[in-house]
């Protein structure tokens, strides 16, 4: 394994210039499916190393699992160790896991919160609340497999014209249908699992956004409705009821949104050309998942075929 082991815990810090570049010149969706990606992936890889760390480091601490073949010295000279980062690695570890348990324990709790909201409300894609809050948001379908409902109060419905409305529901059905949800909940938990990833986690949010606020101008046929729908309600809104479920106006930057929707529509690309300063970041930002998977996936390999090999039958 080596220091090849030690890779994946830094490598997420080549994604850094591809999260503001992909920002301002990649297609949301492209941008959000591209940062995603790598986040995930660099994230797993950072928490196996970890893994691996705690694993070798510590293998001849008393009270190990490991076998007792493992302590051989022809063994320990076949795997490079560092006892020190190996007990640092264990409450690394348990941080991660529990950061991430926290992540998901909450992002649950508030689904079934916000579901036992609408108890009693017809059963309809779009739900109306009587609250004199303004806020709207995207609920997405509970574990019976039912779909997303689109959640808005009167007091926002109020704030806006009728043009305006049909732009609120496209947009909030835009992340029903594309199922934003899982790209932000798998951010937060790779940002949970390795904090050199925040700035891929704020990206992601933003990119989010904007994929909903394209696919909204496309349904409703004007740019310029979506941005005033989506200042009216930042003006009026003081923010959802639930942080976790992104709102209308309350998730990204509103005047980076608005400037956007009053420009002409993203290029539509899949992947940036490589003479282009985005095309250079994305490219490492690439690379640097692909190495920190392979490198992953060399200690993985490598200790199981020696611990394999030092396992009595």
């Not at 394994?1 to 080549?14: N, Y």
């Not at 995207?138 to 019976?144: Q, T, V």
């Not at 790779?190 to 704020?202: G, Q």
Request: one cysteine or more; charged letters at 15%; proline letters at 8%.
């Amino acid at each position: 394994m080596g220091v090849f082991v030690f890779l994946p815990l830094v490598l997420p810090l080549t994604a850094w210039p591809i999260a503001r570049l992909a920002e301002q010149h990649l297609h949301p969706r492209a941008a959000t499916r591209l940062l995603t990606t790598v986040a995930v992936v660099t994230a797993v890889c950072s928490t196996v190393c970890l893994g691996l760390l705690m694993v070798v480091g510590t293998a001849q601490l008393p009270g190990n699992p490991l076998p007792d073949g493992w302590s051989d010295p022809e063994v320990r000279e076949a795997v490079p160790y560092d006892e020190v980062a190996g007990r640092l690695a264990i409450p690394a570890l348990l941080a991660v896991l529990l950061a991430c348990a926290r992540t998901l324990g909450r992002h649950s709790r508030v689904r079934r919160g916000a579901h036992r909201a609408l108890t009693g409300l017809p059963d309809t894609e779009v739900a109306v609340l009587p609250d004199a809050v303004p806020y709207a948001y995207a609920l997405p379908g509970g574990r019976r497999g039912r779909g997303g409902r689109v959640v808005v109060t009167t007091a926002l419905l109020s704030s806006l014209e009728p043009a305006e409305r049909r732009a609120l529901f496209a947009h909030e059905r835009a992340h029903l249908v594309a199922r934003h949800h899982r790209f932000l909940l798998a951010v937060q938990l790779a940002a949970r699992a390795n904090p050199f990833l925040r700035p891929l986690r704020t990206a992601v949010s933003y990119t989010a956004e904007r994929w909903a606020d394209e696919d909204a101008a496309q349904a409703v046929g004007s740019r310029r409705v979506v941005a005033r729908a989506i200042g009216k309600a930042a003006l009026v809104s003081r923010g959802t009821p639930v942080a976790t479920l992104a709102g209308f106006a309350a998730a990204g930057p509103v005047p980076r949104r608005v400037a956007a929707l009053l420009d002409p529509a993203p290029a539509v690309r899949s992947w940036p050309s490589v003479f282009t300063s985005v095309g250079l970041a994305a490219w490492a930002a690439a690379v640097g998942a692909a190495v920190s998977a392979m490198s992953s996936a060399n200690s993985a390999v490598t200790m199981f075929l020696i611990l394999y090999a030092a396992t009595p039958l």
